[in-house]
């Protein structure tokens, strides 16, 4: 047995939003049905390098298959400009649940930025208007471009505005799409009011007000992942049908981390787990609803769910390099 190595380009070619969404699915399913376990992210704090370590282990059981695996990964702002890195990196370890054999070991940073794109597609799906085809983005790093991806393969997108007030980096995403979609630069304002709208900056002071927001707007609120990070208006959560990933990780360090430690919002405020809504035990989106919101800090069980899907189509193309890591064939 070996162990195959997987780098970004082998993730991203295994990884297919069609392929990915679904398995996110399930496993939004398995953690509200209690089929899975996922400890509490453990953090490891680096002021000194203005960064930080992240530790994600889960399991899974989705049904037809199970899996398990870590994610290691850390956020370090001064990567880009001190060291050209980016500032997100990661390592996913993916192991045989049966026997702890270690599958795979592969780049958790375009995994995470894979699977993010996937779970934000789970929530509009449940989530946004049925006919939704306007997207705005705040935010054109790296994250925005999956974002997209995902979403337009769940919604019939045609308008895209991206707003960031890095020009070069709006200019490098209209490039990118400009062939596919009506896309271009617009306000905070502009793709606030949009069918579908994605946050993902690293902001601690809102961006988004009440009054920028459609009537019918679904938000993924994607950029909150620490504490003190914070979107949007405290009013935009308290009016909203809000539902986040995982309450524990939500309240410690997700889009309502805030508010909810200010005592501004409340338990009572939280509609629900997408968990819940997947498995059919809340309704989603329903006629009367106004603005929408997922509250999505990222779980482990996601990146497990995603490496199982690299995993098996990387298997089945012959990608990757296999490597003795443990040495059964010395």
């Known amino acids: 047995m070996e162990t195959l190595l997987l780098n970004s380009a082998d993730v991203n070619e295994n990884a297919k939003m069609a392929?990915?969404?679904?398995?996110?699915?399930?496993?939004?399913?398995?953690?509200?049905?209690?089929?899975?376990?996922?400890?509490p992210k453990s953090y490891i704090d680096l002021p000194q390098y203005n960064g930080d370590f992240r530790s994600m282990p889960a399991y899974l059981d989705a049904g037809e298959w199970d899996a398990a695996g870590i994610k290691w990964v850390n956020v370090h702002t001064d990567n880009n400009d001190k060291y050209d890195l980016p500032t997100v990196l990661?390592?996913?370890?993916?192991?045989?649940?049966?026997?702890?054999?270690?599958?795979?070991?592969?780049?958790g940073t375009e995994l995470t930025m894979l699977r993010t794109g996937a779970a934000a597609a789970v929530a509009t799906d449940h989530l946004a208007v049925e006919d939704a085809t306007s997207m705005g983005i705040i935010g054109a790093g790296v994250q925005?471009?999956?974002?997209?991806?995902?979403?337009?393969?769940?919604?019939?997108?045609?308008?895209?505005?991206?707003?960031?007030?890095?020009?070069?980096?709006?200019?490098?995403?209209?490039?990118a799409f400009d062939d596919t979609f009506d896309v271009r630069a617009g306000t905070i304002s502009e793709a606030a009011s949009c069918d579908v709208l994605s946050t993902v900056t690293p902001v601690e002071?809102?961006?988004?007000?009440?009054s920028d927001v459609g009537e019918h707007t679904h938000i993924n609120a994607m950029g909150a992942d620490a504490e003190g990070k914070h979107e949007l208006a405290d009013q935009i959560l308290?009016?909203?049908?809000?539902?986040?990933?995982?309450?524990?990780?939500?309240?410690?360090?997700?889009?309502?981390?805030?508010?909810?430690?200010?005592?501004?919002?409340?338990?009572?405020?939280?509609?629900?787990?997408?968990?819940?809504?997947?498995?059919?035990?809340?309704?989603?989106?329903?006629?009367?609803?106004?603005?929408?919101?997922?509250?999505?800090?990222g779980l482990a069980i996601q990146d497990v769910a995603a490496a199982h899907v690299v995993y098996e189509h990387a298997a089945?193309?012959?990608?990757?390099?296999?490597?003795?890591?443990?040495?059964?064939?010395?």
């Open 19 to 39: 392929d990915l969404i679904p398995a996110i699915e399930d496993a939004f399913a398995a953690y509200e049905r209690g089929d899975a376990q996922m400890p």
């Open 90 to 107: 990661g390592t996913m370890i993916y192991s045989d649940p049966k026997n702890a054999f270690p599958l795979a070991i592969m780049d």
């Open 144 to 175: 925005s471009y999956t974002q997209l991806q995902a979403i337009s393969t769940i919604r019939p997108i045609d308008e895209v505005v991206i707003s960031d007030l890095d020009e070069e980096r709006v200019a490098a995403f209209i490039d």
């Open 205 to 210: 002071s809102p961006i988004v007000s009440k």
């Open 238 to 297: 308290l009016d909203a049908k809000l539902v986040i990933d995982d309450y524990e990780q939500t309240t410690h360090s997700g889009e309502i981390n805030v508010p909810w430690s200010e005592g501004i919002l409340s338990d009572e405020d939280i509609y629900g787990e997408i968990g819940e809504i997947v498995v059919g035990e809340k309704d989603g989106r329903i006629g009367s609803d106004g603005v929408t919101v997922f509250d999505s800090t």
């Open 316 to 330: 089945e193309n012959e990608n990757g390099y296999p490597f003795d890591l443990i040495g059964l064939n010395q």
